[in-house]
């Protein structure tokens, strides 16, 4: 292989997975499988290994934001990062990552700020209130919407 081919398919993205609790490790996958990339479930434990050879599992130790530090320090430019985390998403907005949450929600430089803040705000409300918050279910629209924009997504990095 040439040192040119080389390097593209180093600058190759790949899709680095907050896998605890994710519900779109499967689409996740087909999408990886589609363009042979590489697929990174990062997780403290608990997930079934994928046969498939493009995905690889990092078991992380069971701390806090273990996985979420893990992905933040391994990412680069161009990866694609699935994940609820809003921290976590603006550490990789920072590095040049692309970030979805698992409902197709993509976090940019633009909304990033103000889920911060809303974020911290629910934070103050449920210590004010002794509430917790709900989060609406998961579901098959949430689950499609994914799967596009990881679709639509994973092309943009790819032109890059």
Not at 59 to 75: L, M, Q, R, S
């Amino acid at each position: 292989m040439s040192e040119n081919t080389s390097n593209k398919a180093a600058m190759r993205p790949r899709i680095l997975v907050d896998a605890d609790a994710c519900p779109v490790k499967a689409e996740c996958e087909r999408v990886a499988e589609r363009h042979r990339l590489e697929m990174i479930m990062v997780s403290n434990g608990g997930i079934r290994p994928s046969r498939n050879p493009l995905v690889r599992i990092v078991i992380v130790p069971p701390e806090p934001d273990a996985a979420d530090d893990w992905i933040a320090e391994n990412a680069v430019k161009n990866d694609v990062i699935v994940t609820n985390d809003i921290p976590l998403a603006s550490r990789g907005l920072e590095i040049g990552a692309r970030v979805l949450r698992p409902n197709g929600q993509e976090f940019t430089e633009a909304n990033i700020g103000n889920a911060l803040a809303g974020r911290e705000i629910a934070a103050h409300m449920r210590e004010v209130t002794g509430e917790q918050g709900r989060n609406a279910g998961f579901t098959q629209k949430d689950r499609s919407k994914f799967s596009n924009m990881l679709e639509v997504t994973i092309q943009a990095a790819l032109r890059r």
